[in-house]
């Protein structure tokens, strides 16, 4: 983003005579304002009815917090004036939070000029802040729930690139009318001058509305809904449902559970205890289905609030737009010349019942951090692979898909690295299990009586010990040579995820084996090779080859491949420009080929 407070430690702040020079239209420091139509785009202010969207939402969750917290001081002590405090005292607050407010809305203002999109704010601290337009890479337009009933959205303009640590660079307005963020993201995306709209903003008609709809390349399907709870997370959210209960039972001192089961006439937790202990093979079946059934739930429940009404559609200037949202709308638009591939996204759950989900290779996607980043190049929910692979080769425009094409195993020399990993893993989780096995003898003789009271304080149905009690030590030797398993069958899944090739348009690369990832990366897009070798890749003639991009992560890796067949592979997928570091062998049965570097 273009900063025009430049030599200020801040970056952003403005005295006040500048902001007054903007006033009276005069640019910041260090800018000569261009002659002709930016004088005439006047500046346009935020919505008023975001003040009262928030005013409502602060009052819908402070007024009956203040009321009862009233009436339970006038219960307590009906003498005590102190007890009629916390409603005034709440209005008042909401009242300064108001007044804020509409200084804000006051003091922000922003434009779209044919060259550039500017805004102005700050209460105190004055900015001027400005992004030129074909920096402009994505268009987020979101509107939660709490200011869609005010017809109001908030808008993201993005330009892929970092402002300084942790940040992107982006400008937000918070907020606007729903036809405001239509016009904005239309405008921005189309890379011409700003159309003319009404005065306030206003939707276009609807014959410019079905225009612009453009080609529907996906639409929700409800029945993927039933792809949601295949992830390892599904578990964990039951886990974390007990947990909760666990935690909120150590808070009351133990005495919940006792208070539960006198109300209800169940039994107390010896009894519990004894029952789950004499038909555990009962009982553990019985957990597992319920914590299952209860991450289902929130998983498929999460699921249809996020991708409700989804649709993917490609406009006629190829801008890619995604809709989607139950309680919070989004609409997510990318430039189409900055899409440069896409990721074939399959999680070990998912990939076992046939499904994946499609991810976008794009600059603009930017938001701050790894977790927003990968949200926001989300393009599609899970759904059958079949029908994600269609996706994908509908957003690469090729009439033979990338995701499509032969790829290539690495060297059997990948894969005893692979097996000398688990190898080393295995030595140590024997040697755990050994120590736990020795530790399990030694509470049992030493202070075991500790531990059962320490559990009974934190549990309302003591388990863990009577278990642990019960349990034979060899069993700690025979879950870790489950675990020796588990290590040798990761490593050879890795090595099958493995695998990299060639388009006429793309490349491609697949690795991972708890999440596999295929992605395609436009040939074009290809700014650079990286090429690294450990010593133990040396040993055993592998490298990691790696194309370097300004889209998506930056880098992707073809991991532990042979050295000539990678340098081969990077030679032919951008020719030349790995040329001046390659030597080359004259084969007599062939063409010459890369072998290695200088």
């Known amino acids: 983003m273009t900063s025009h407070d430049d030599h200020r430690p801040d970056g952003e702040q403005h005295d ?75 209005l008042a607050f909401i009242a300064l939070m108001t007044y804020l407010d ?34 402009v890479r994505s268009v987020d337009v979101a509107a939660p729930i709490y200011v869609r009933i005010f017809g109001l959205c908030s808008v993201t303009v993005g330009t892929g690139e970092s402002a300084g640590a942790g940040g992107t660079d982006q400008l937000q307005l918070l907020y606007v009318t729903a036809g405001q963020g239509e016009r904005l993201r239309r405008e921005l995306l189309r890379r011409a001058a700003p159309a003319t709209g009404s005065p306030d903003g206003g939707e276009g008609t609807g014959e410019e509305e079905a225009e612009d709809e453009g080609t529907e390349l996906v639409r929700l399907n409800p029945r993927w809904f039933a792809y949601a709870p295949a992830t390892t997370a599904t578990l964990g959210v039951g886990l974390g449902v007990i947990a909760a209960l666990i935690g909120l039972n150590a808070q009351t001192g133990g005495h919940g559970w006792q208070w539960i089961s006198e109300q209800a006439d169940l039994p107390s937790a010896q009894e519990m205890s004894s029952f789950v202990m004499g038909r555990l093979l009962v009982v553990l079946p019985v957990t597992l289905l319920g914590l299952l059934l209860s991450g289902v739930v929130v998983l498929v429940a999460t699921a249809v609030e996020t991708w409700w009404d989804y649709r993917l559609l490609r406009e006629q200037d ?31 759950v998912l990939r076992s019942v046939g499904g ?14 790894a977790q927003k980043t990968e949200a926001k190049s989300r393009l599609s929910p899970a759904m059958p692979v079949r029908r994600a692979r269609e996706l994908g080769a509908a957003l690469m425009r090729e009439s033979d898909s990338a995701l499509d ?79 020796v398993v588990a290590a040798f069958w990761y490593a050879v899944g890795s090595y099958r995820g493995l695998a990299h090739g060639l388009h006429p348009g793309y490349l491609v690369v697949r690795k991972g084996m708890a999440v596999r990832d295929t992605v395609t990366l436009e040939r074009s897009s290809v700014i650079g090779w990286r090429v690294t070798r450990s010593p133990f890749q040396r040993r055993l003639g592998l490298a990691d080859v790696s194309a370097t991009t300004a889209s998506g992560e930056g880098l ?21 420009l790995l040329a001046p570091f390659l030597v080359r062998d004259q084969d007599s049965s062939g063409p010459e080929r890369p072998s290695a570097l200088p």
């Not at 992707?556 to 000539?564: E, I, K, P, S």
């Open 102 to 135: 509409l200084l804000r809305l006051r003091a922000t203002r922003y434009r779209v000029t044919p060259e550039r999109m500017e805004m102005r704010s700050g209460i105190i601290a004055k900015a001027y802040r400005s992004i030129p337009r074909e920096r």
């Open 556 to 576: 992707y890796t073809a991991q532990d491949v042979g050295l000539g067949q990678g340098l081969a592979w990077a030679d032919e997928a951008v020719p030349d």
């Open 318 to 348: 190829g801008t890619v737009r995604l809709r989607r949202g139950l309680l919070t709308s989004v609409s997510l638009s990318v430039e189409g010349r900055r899409l440069n591939g896409v990721v074939l996204h399959e999680p070990f």
């Open 356 to 369: 994946a989900s499609i991810r976008a290779v794009a600059t603009g996607l930017s938001a701050g951090d």
């Open 405 to 483: 094409v032969p790829l290539a195993r690495h060297p059997k020399a990948a894969l005893r690295r692979r097996f000398t990993r688990a190898a080393l893993g295995s030595v140590a989780v024997l040697a755990l299990a050994g120590v736990l096995a020795w530790a399990q003898q030694l509470a049992t003789e030493s202070w075991w009586n500790v531990l059962q009271e320490t559990e009974a304080e934190f549990m309302p149905v003591p388990l863990i010990s009577p278990s642990a009690e019960a349990a034979p030590g060899w069993g700690w030797i025979a879950a870790a040579l489950l675990g």
């Open 16 to 90: 006040e005579e500048r902001y007054e020079g903007e006033q009276h239209g005069e640019l910041p420091h260090g800018q000569n304002r261009r002659p002709g139509q930016d004088e005439e785009v006047r500046w346009e202010g935020l919505s008023t009815l975001s003040v009262w969207a928030g005013t409502v939402v602060v009052a819908l969750f402070m007024v009956p917090a203040a009321i009862v917290g009233t009436v339970v001081l006038f219960v307590v002590d009906v003498s005590n004036l102190w007890a009629l405090l916390p409603l005034p005292a709440t």
